[in-house]
Every structure is written in structure tokens, then in C-alpha cells.
């Protein structure tokens, strides 16, 4: 079964909004948008490469689609993997994509996200995408939350779990510090919630 794994750029609060540069995703007036350039060094590169050149294919929400089709397809030498990789393109407005190869999924996009993990293939990363996590957590479908977690509040913004999840343990399978004090952690499920007796 293909996992669903969800990798972000998270502020100490929350915020998984436009932590690449100003003019990435302005709605809602969020004016700090580049916040993770100040923290680059050299193990955050390497953390990330690592992660970038395991097979995957791509579930993304309309929005970071929009964002990522006109970069990615020139800036190859950065991330290969993500041109031949298939993108899965959560929205009810897009008919196609042209950023090649793209499958556009509308209607119940949980059951067709569910659909798509029992199909053989690599694991689905999910990148941003705020409205279609919602979704994802809302119907249980991540196995593993890949996150890097910034040393900043950002105040407001589009969170990670903006509409709460469902109750679930995981387990931390990986974890680093950088230098900048990123810490970068890999969890992963672990079943249900442990209590007390």
C-alpha cells in the first residue's frame, strides 16, 4: 500500500503558509511570505535533497499546483524527480494539467485519494496544499508527517491543522537539528491514542 506523507515548512505556530518567497500565496494579507530563507545551511540541504531524491509521485491542492507548473518544469537541475513524477492535482475547476504527467482529481477526493494508495507505486508526497490537508485529516488518509519546524511564530496564516484531525499516536522515526535550529522530524502512525490506566 503507497503511504501519504505530508512534507512542511512549519512555523512554531502552525503556519505552513508561502514559506518559500513574498509573492508565493498573499491571500488572507499574509505579508511574511519567504520566511524559511534566513534558516538555510548546509544541513537543511542536505536533509532535504535526501527526502527530494526518494521515488515518489505528487498530490497537490489547485493552488500549489498553479505555483509549482511554470517553476519546476524550468529549474529541473534542482529537483529532477519532480517533472517525471505523477502529479495528482486535487481540483474541481482544472479539467487538465500542463505540467506533464498530471492527473486531475474532482468530486470525492477522499475516496479517490484512497482509491490511489491502493494502487501499486511509490509514496504520495504532499507538498502545501493547506485546503486539500484539511481534507486528508479530516478522512485519516496520512500515514507520516514529514516537517520541518521553524524557530519563528508567524501569528496568522494557513495552518497544518487548521480544522483539527483525528486522534492518532505516532511514532518518531527520524529526527535532526540544524545549526539554525530547524528541527527536522519524521513521524510516522503508530495507531491509536495510548492512555493512562
Not at 518544469?73 to 506533464?100: E, F, I
Amino acid at each position: 500500500m503507497r503511504k501519504i506523507i505530508v512534507l512542511e515548512h512549519i512555523s512554531l505556530d502552525g503556519i505552513i503558509q508561502a514559506p518559500g518567497g513574498p509573492e508565493e500565496d498573499t491571500s488572507g494579507g499574509f505579508k511574511h511570505g519567504g520566511w524559511i530563507s534566513s534558516f538555510s545551511d548546509a544541513v537543511l540541504g542536505t536533509q532535504l535533497r535526501k527526502q527530494m531524491n526518494l521515488p515518489f509521485d505528487l498530490l497537490l491542492g489547485r493552488k500549489t499546483y498553479d505555483i509549482w507548473a511554470p517553476y519546476w518544469p524550468h529549474h529541473a537541475d534542482a529537483w529532477p524527480n519532480v517533472n517525471t513524477a505523477v502529479k495528482y492535482v486535487a481540483s474541481n475547476t482544472l479539467t487538465s494539467g500542463q505540467w506533464q504527467p498530471s492527473v486531475i482529481l474532482n468530486g470525492d477526493i477522499a475516496g479517490k485519494v484512497a482509491a490511489l494508495k491502493q494502487q501499486p507505486g511509490p509514496d504520495i508526497n504532499v507538498w502545501g496544499s493547506s485546503h486539500l490537508l484539511q481534507t486528508l485529516l479530516r478522512h485519516d488518509l496520512i500515514d507520516a508527517f514529514w516537517l520541518m519546524i521553524y524557530p519563528l511564530t508567524l501569528g496568522k496564516g494557513k495552518r497544518l491543522f487548521a480544522a483539527g484531525a483525528i486522534p492518532a499516536a505516532y511514532k518518531m522515526t527520524e529526527s535532526t537539528v540544524t545549526p539554525n535550529g530547524v528541527i527536522i522530524v519524521n513521524y510516522e502512525r503508530a495507531g491509536s491514542i495510548p492512555t493512562g490506566n
